[in-house]
Antibody, heavy 121, light 102 residues
Framework: QVQLVQSGAEVKKPGASVRVSCKVSGYSLSELSIQWVRQAPGKGLEWMGG????????IDAQKFQGRVTMTEDTTTDTAYMEMSSLRFEDTAVYYC??????????????WGQGTLVTVSS | SYELTQPPSVSVSPGQTANITCSGDGLGGKYVCWYQQRPGQSPLLLIY???RRPSEIPERFSGSNSGNTATLTISGTLAMDDADYYC?????FGTGTKVTVL
């Protein structure tokens, strides 16, 4: 059974960077499509991006281009999402999620518990 | 950019049927999935590929997709179905619907 366990909550100042980790257990990360989704307080879900395991290419939403980097360490089966130049509006719960189908960017059947990132001065 | 629109809220009495719609241009030509999210919890996949259910999801949840609208149907609604519901097509999420079981 695949499980995703994320790192703990973070408080950051505007302009800083944050890195959230997502540890995979029960399967090899290199065989999975891990995606990142965020949810601002009281708001809906927003896809951020993720890896296509077939070509090892990171695909991210246009609005995050240049600010978000997603990486994977297959030796430790851990995925990372790093966001730079944080803004107040980046305050949100950040989730990693596994796509049901390899190479897919939807139908997320396994989710991490979420990591709250608070941007505050 | 592609958008998926859901009604902000739906109310239903226990035991009755709730229909939650998700609208988008040409949505019938895409695969749609649905999630349930209770307060403080991670989303739960209810339906994928329009109408397929993961094994652990009760049969009272069903889905359909045609034209520009996909629909999640909850039959025999229970109090525990009180939650937020989101549709998704490829990498786009719907706006979300709050289902209230009265």
């Amino acid at each position: 059974q695949v499980q995703l366990v994320q790192s703990g909550a973070e408080v950051k100042k505007p302009g800083a960077s944050v890195r959230v980790s997502c540890k995979v257990s029960g399967y090899s990360l290199s065989e999975l499509s891990i995606q990142w989704v965020r949810q601002a307080p009281g708001k809906g879900l927003e896809w951020m991006g993720g890896f296509d395991p077939d070509n090892r290419e990171m695909i991210d939403a246009q609005k995050f281009q240049g600010r978000v980097t997603m990486t994977e360490d297959t030796t430790t089966d851990t995925a990372y999402m790093e966001m730079s130049s944080l803004r107040f509006e980046d305050t949100a719960v950040y989730y990693c999620a596994k796509a049901l189908f390899r190479g897919g960017f939807d139908a997320f059947d396994i989710w991490g518990q979420g990591t709250l990132v608070t941007v505050s001065s | 950019s592609y958008e998926l629109t859901q009604p902000p809220s739906v109310s239903v009495s226990p035991g009755q049927t709730a229909n939650i719609t998700c609208s988008g241009d040409g949505l019938g030509g895409k695969y749609v999935c649905w999630y349930q999210q209770r307060p403080g919890q991670s989303p739960l996949l209810l339906i994928y590929q329009d109408n397929r259910r993961p094994s652990e999801i009760p049969e009272r949840f069903s889905g359909s997709n045609s034209g520009n609208t996909a629909t999640l149907t909850i039959s025999g609604t229970l109090a525990m179905d009180d939650a937020d519901y989101y549709c998704q097509a490829w990498n786009v999420f719907g706006t979300g619907t709050k289902v209230t079981v009265l």
